[in-house]
T-cell receptor
Framework: KQEVTQIPAALSVPEGENLVLNCSFT??????LQWFRQDPGKGLTSLLL?????REQTSGRLNASLDKSSGRSTLYIAASQPGDSATYLC???????????FGSGTRLQVQP | DAGVTQSPTHLIKTRGQQVTLRCSPK?????VSWYQQALGQGPQFIFQ???????QRGNFPDRFSGHQFPNYSSELNVNALLLGDSALYLC???????????FGPGTRLTVL
């Protein structure tokens, strides 16, 4: 059974700082991994999706990497802004399954 | 183009009651998944519907049931509500087996 862990649970940084959010998963039979953003009390917005055959994906100031052998993914945010404040969730989809398995998220606060 | 919509936004019920939550998928999408998100946790997969059939189910009791209509909209029904059913219920839609899922804003259920 796939388990996804995110560390740290919360992070506070000053505006402009580059930062890395971590996600680890237990089962290397992962089909893809996604990073989502969730604002308080709201639904999820997909940020980046990495297929198992890929190593990384980039969108604007965001870069996500995937290392199946070590069971790790990272989300890199460059030049953080107060508008980046939100909870960031990673989710894995296993080969042959349709469900996403989510981590508990990292709550990010970017201080102006 | 309307995204995924859910109704109602908030709902308060008492223990033992039954509740029905509704989801309209993004235009053109034929697959609907439901997730339960407890406070401070990541979403947990309940089930997925495709062509009016439950295609996959997570680790939830039979008190949780669903339905998909010919227009692809979906309902989630929960019977014999427990305090622990209090959560944000998220609906996600996708097209067939596409990796990209679009999430709705969720329904906040409070059980007293």
């Amino acid at each position: 059974k796939q388990e996804v862990t995110q560390i740290p649970a919360a992070l506070s940084v000053p505006e402009g700082e580059n930062l890395v959010l971590n996600c680890s998963f237990t089962d290397s039979a992962i089909y893809n991994l996604q990073w989502f953003r969730q604002d308080p009390g709201k639904g999820l917005t997909s940020l980046l999706l990495i297929q198992s055959s890929q190593r990384e994906q980039t969108s604007g100031r965001l870069n996500a990497s995937l290392d199946k052998s070590s069971g790790r993914s990272t989300l890199y945010i460059a030049a953080s802004q107060p508008g980046d404040s939100a909870t960031y969730l990673c989710a894995g989809r296993d080969t042959g399954r349709r469900a996403l398995t989510f981590g508990s998220g990292t709550r990010l606060q970017v201080q102006p | 183009d309307a995204g995924v919509t859910q109704s109602p936004t908030h709902l308060i019920k008492t223990r033992g009651q039954q509740v029905t939550l509704r989801c309209s998928p993004k235009s053109g999408h034929d697959t609907v998944s439901w997730y339960q998100q407890a406070l401070g946790q990541g979403p947990q997969f309940i089930f997925q519907y495709y062509e009016e059939e439950e295609r996959q189910r997570g680790n939830f009791p039979d008190r949780f049931s669903g339905h998909q209509f010919p227009n692809y909209s979906s309902e989630l029904n929960v019977n014999a509500l427990l305090l622990g059913d209090s959560a944000l219920y998220l609906c996600a839609s996708s097209l067939g087996s596409s990796d990209t899922q679009y999430f709705g804003p969720g329904t906040r259920l409070t059980v007293l």
